[in-house]
């Protein structure tokens, strides 16, 4: 066992990991943090997507081991039932999501796309979100939310 401390959507956490355990699998079954989800065994789905120090990862394709001393951002941690996100509220406008599995993932890499890309082309974001599969929405509905949560959050910050 490892010792690891890290801080995952605003809170602090002092445990003990085995080596091999993977950050999502830590933050499922010991932080209980099921808003992220595994929809795959080969790195290719996208649905485990979190920030690691602010930066979009596959939690499946990192060890717990390496999030010690970092800063964790799960979909847990993204705006509130009364108070959503933009992006979590242009997906809900814009239909972005069908079953919505992949949906925390698309969020998750959504955010990190427009942190480093305020106003993305369409092409921009259909690359931003490559790493993201999602088998129900044709993809179409996914791109306009992004599109409608740019323009909003670009709005937001003009008028800050
Ligand atoms: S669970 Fe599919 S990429 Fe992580
Ligand atoms: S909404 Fe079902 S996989 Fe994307």
Do not use: W
Not at 23 to 34: A, C, I, S
Not at 46 to 61: I, M, R
Not at 63 to 73: K, L
Not at 108 to 130: F, H, V, W
């Amino acid at each position: 066992m490892t010792s690891i401390n890290v801080r995952v959507d605003g809170a602090s956490y002092s445990d003990d990991v085995e080596p091999r355990t993977l950050l999502v699998h830590y933050l499922r079954e010991q932080l209980g943090k099921v808003g992220t989800v595994v929809g795959c065994d080969t790195s290719n789905c996208g649905a485990c997507t979190v920030h690691l120090d602010g930066n979009a990862v596959k939690s499946c394709t990192v060890f717990a081991v390496q999030a010690d001393g970092s800063e964790v951002t799960t979909i847990e941690g993204v705006g509130s039932a009364d108070a959503l996100h933009p992006v979590q509220k242009a997906f809900h406008e814009m239909h972005g999501l069908q079953c919505g599995f992949c949906t925390p993932g698309m969020i998750m890499a959504s955010i990190d796309l427009l942190q480093e890309n305020p106003s993305p082309s369409e092409t921009e974001i259909r690359e931003g979100i490559e790493g993201n599969l999602c088998r129900c929405t044709g993809y179409q509905n996914i791109v306009r939310a992004v599109q409608q949560a740019a323009g909003e959050l670009s709005g937001s910050a003009g008028q800050a």
